[in-house]
């Protein structure tokens, strides 16, 4: 086994010269198209990491966000349905060019804001710089490919059919009021993927960001604001017990936009007088699997487990989150895995570290129980740095063998503990992925067709995507993403999410009676039902 330094406290403390100096304290909230003032109550908002004031450890401080109250979530959701009116509002009704030139617009100003954005993901969840450039950059080519896909769509939604003798016009309309609620590992990306296409297709939106990463979400309210007209996004912060459940119980929100988890899903839901109107579009929980097979080439699955299980720190949902190994070649992938993550850098984001502090309060207590559950059920960690700490670093640790009765086996860890499981009939694993409550994806580990295709069919039934020598990945956005079970509910992806958001409506008459469509079209009374070509 590598052995290599431990971990120091000095690996996840902040040099004094690099401390963050101008505290965002952020006193504004966006409904019906003003930014309006807060005087109430006000979240502090800390980093992950920590400095040395006076010789003892600290959080730096980023500033603070507003702690709004029911009564604002209420008004900024009255705000959505005033702009929506009942599918009769302004924007429901805009033709499809200017809601594309006011998106266009956002995304532009959006751009302004990439330096500040950039450096709030590294410093309120510790996304390291390579990656929350990443970010940024991905999500800003997602909304670019978004206004391409939706032309097309229009385009489709552009001609008349002749079914049976009977004429039709079918566009994808909107649904309605979207509540919107992201998470905190990817707080700009996951949220925006939503939120921006729903908005194409003509639904209005209350937005709250998550508790982690809301400072990040600041230097875009003038843009949404000054983009959008009043009303089609309103932007709130603070609990979701405070803001998001009164929204659902008023019974007046039609799309529940989540990306997070199905406990959280499930209550929000059940808050709606009537859940069986409420489309959800949720992105939840994963538990995926790497199968390595007997024959795999070794080095490539070690370095795909390696960025699979561990980059963001496991902080990812496609993570792989449970590995199982054929016993014809466990005790030499356990030693190359052990190695290479031993190899790992932890430390500050700024620097590019590998492995970077937790945002989550408490997270490294919660890894650490993981660990020790494990291990009195008769695991061991099988890396020299496994489960070292310093401050929030928690050192990624490989558990072997481990019990299916610890919760590491079933629970998704959502951070970077990551339980091993021997195998010597694929009908065990098959077995597991059949009994668990997720279905996101699985990576399979083979150099023979024949093995890894009679996987792929027992796969593809029980998950959304097979990965094959590779680890689980969403990308690239263009491909749908989504899941089985307690995993997701409806599909993501550039033109997925348009889809999900909307639902297809249509003008129809008999060909007889042409005439009036005629009428309608030639003299440019209806946007719905024009022959406009978006190009
Ligand atoms: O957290 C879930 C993300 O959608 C994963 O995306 O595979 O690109 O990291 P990713």
């Not at 949404?224 to 019974?251: H, Q, T, W, Y």
């Not at 990306?259 to 007088?273: E, Q, T």
């Not at 449970?322 to 190695?339: G, P, Q, S, T, W």
Request: glycine residues 6%.
């Amino acid at each position: 086994m590598c052995m290599t330094h431990a971990m120091t406290a000095q690996d996840s403390l902040l040099d004094p010269k690099d401390a963050f100096t101008d505290p965002l304290h952020h006193k504004t909230y966006l409904i019906d198209g003003q930014l309006k003032a807060w005087n109430g109550a006000m979240a502090q908002v800390y980093s992950p990491i920590r400095t040395l004031v006076n010789g003892v450890e600290k959080p730096v401080l980023l500033g603070s966000a507003p702690e709004l109250k029911e009564q604002q979530g209420l008004e900024a959701l009255a705000a959505a349905r005033k702009a929506y009116d009942n599918g009769r509002g302004a924007w429901p009704t805009m033709p499809a060019a200017d809601r594309i030139a006011a998106m266009e617009k956002f995304v532009d100003r959006m751009v302004e804001q990439r330096e500040v954005v950039v450096k709030l993901l590294m410093w309120e969840i510790c996304k390291r710089k390579k990656d929350a450039v990443k970010e940024f950059t991905r999500t800003v080519d997602y909304l670019r490919e978004t206004i391409v896909e939706y032309k097309k769509l229009h385009r489709e939604g552009s001609h008349i059919h002749n079914v049976e003798g009977t004429l039709a016009q079918i566009r994808r309309g909107p649904l309605g009021v979207v509540l919107c609620l992201g998470p905190f590992n990817y707080p700009l990306n996951e949220t925006f993927c939503v939120l921006l296409p729903a908005i194409l297709m003509g639904n209005t939106a209350v937005f709250k960001p998550a508790k982690y990463g809301v400072l990040l979400i600041t230097p875009l309210l003038e843009a949404f604001r000054d983009c959008f007209p009043p009303g089609v996004i309103n932007i709130v912060f603070g609990r979701g017990r405070e803001l998001a459940a009164p929204i659902m119980k008023s019974g007046h929100v039609d799309v529940l936009a989540l990306i997070g988890n199905s406990k959280s899903s499930n209550a929000l839901i059940n808050h709606h007088p009537k859940p069986n109107r409420v489309r959800q579009v949720l992105g939840l929980e994963a538990k995926n699997p790497a199968i390595i097979l007997p024959d795999a080439d070794l080095d490539l699955a070690v370095n795909q487990c390696v960025s699979g299980a561990w980059s963001f720190n496991g902080q990812r949902c496609t993570a792989l989150k449970v590995i199982y190994v054929h016993k014809y070649v466990r005790a030499e992938f356990l030693e190359k895995f052990a190695a290479a993550t031993d190899r790992l850098r932890a430390g500050l984001p700024f620097a590019d570290s590998d492995i970077t502090p937790l945002p989550e309060v408490g997270k490294v207590e919660a890894m650490q129980a993981y660990v020790d559950e494990a291990v009195e059920m008769g695991a061991k960690v099988i890396n020299a740095k496994g489960g070292e700490t310093a401050g929030a670093i928690f050192f990624p640790a490989i558990l072997f063998p481990v019990s299916r009765a610890a919760a590491i086996f079933r629970e998704e860890q959502f951070g970077p503990v990551c339980p091993v499981i021997e195998f010597e009939d694929i009908e065990e694993v098959m077995a597991d992925i059949a009994e668990s409550d997720y279905g996101q994806q699985a990576s399979v580990f083979s150099q023979n067709p024949e093995a890894m295709g009679k996987v792929i069919d027992q796969l593809v039934n029980q998950v959304c995507r097979v990965n094959l020598n590779a680890s689980c990945q969403r990308g690239p956005d263009a491909l749908p993403f989504t899941g089985r079970k307690d995993s997701a509910v409806a599909t993501l992806s550039v033109r997925a999410a348009l889809r999900s958001f909307s639902i297809r409506t249509l003008v129809a008459c008999s060909e007889g009676r042409k005439d009036m469509l005629e009428g309608v079209v030639s003299g440019r009374h209806s946007t719905f039902s024009s022959m406009d070509y978006l190009l």
